[in-house]
């Protein structure tokens, strides 16, 4: 290849016979390439675009902090856009969430919240004195949680992190209760509360280690858009209570509407310890992420020794530019009442999805708020072998018919800009479809096709 670029999350090799699509611009729900043809964002761009691309009011909210303040360190100095954002954050938020902290991505949001936690664990518990032997954290398996090392130790998707396990410590893994793993003849009730008794036993045998839960509430969105009950949610709050373990919420994928509430946490009518916040927080413009946390936690660090102070930091930690872009995109949620406005595009997925009922090739039809999916299957229901090849297949079907679609192994799914019609949704639906019944025609794939496909 020409280019000196090495692509994030792609297989260089690949892109010999099928090379990365220029994309020039951007408006609405579509992504415009070098010869102009749309293409209809599905995926709302790894799923950080919420308003759609290139939206009026957050371009002119840009160009006006542009002329004044670009950047400025947020050590020892502050500035008005990261002020403001706090406190919108925060306003935002039940009790006792009150302190937050800035980071630049989803994995620093993680590394930040699991090292809070530890250090608060060290060094103190309310009055009593600290517990430095809490230094071990439960995750649930099938979760994805980022890919710097603290996050890939609690992330339990091999293809991310087999290859670096010298470099991870081990923590614990509790079943996900994601429906899709319930037992034959099983309901959903009974699947959970199997899972809480088994995060119970974990919790009873480790509790004195253990400093945080980290779990993606309602859906584990690396695992293939696996989806869960709030009971579980609520469960695990009062199991975290009991055992006194803090509980971090890793609300990168599905925070800012994407579960139908603003967070995933209040369809449980539960709140963390910590709520981890990325992606759609600046609306796809710029890289950000926060740390939401108790009074409690912070006033852990606060003393007048400097070693007890949380000593991390990004360089762009609250950039002016990004927080403008957040506050910019919390306008257009009261402004143009998103949450509610989503509600049709919820019914409207939901009715494109059940027309998928039945079909030979598709299972586990599956929706949270404006997350839809499922799984392509063999016509006698058992999976795929290759999958990720019959995946490339679906992928590059649907963008030769104007949608991007990007399908996790099996997994099939949309998370669309909130800006999407219902025309469109049944749209991109109906491509989905079309992309299955022509991707399982397709002759069986070797291995060295699979990586070609």
Known sequence: MSSPLWYPCTQMQQLEQYPALEIVRGQGAYLYTAD???????????????????HPQINAA???QLDQLEHVMLAGFTHQPIEQLARRLI??????????FFA????????????????????????QIGQPERNTFISLQNGYHGETLGSLAVTDIPLFSKQYRPLLIQHHRAPSPD??????????????ADCLTAMQQLLEQHQAKVCAVIIEPLVQGAAGMKMYPASYLRGLRGLCDQYNVHLIHDEIAVGFGRTGTMFAFEQAG????????????????????????????????????VARGFLHSHSFTGNPLAACAALASLDIFSQQDTLTTNQANIQALAAALSKLDGHPHIRQIRQTGMIGAFDLVQQNGLPYPAAEGRARLISQYALQHGVLLRPIGAHVYIIPPYCITAEEIAHVIDVARRAVEWAVLQPALTLSQVNMA
């Open 36 to 54: 102009g043809q749309p293409i209809l964002d599905a995926i709302s761009s790894w799923w950080v675009n919420l308003h759609g691309h290139c």
């Open 62 to 64: 840009l160009h006006q």
């Open 91 to 100: 306003a935002l938020m039940p009790a006792p969430l009150s302190r937050i």
């Open 104 to 127: 630049d991505s989803g994995s620093a949001a993680i590394e930040v919240a699991l090292k809070i936690s530890l250090q608060y664990w060290q060094q103190q518990d309310g009055h």
């Open 179 to 192: 429906l899709g793993l319930k037992a034959a003849g099983q309901t959903d009730a009974e699947h959970v």
């Open 270 to 305: 539960i709140v963390p310890d910590f709520v981890c916040l990325s992606k759609g927080l600046t609306a796809g413009y710029l890289p950000m992420s926060a740390v939401v946390t108790t009074d409690k936690i912070y006033q852990a660090f606060y003393h007048a020794d």
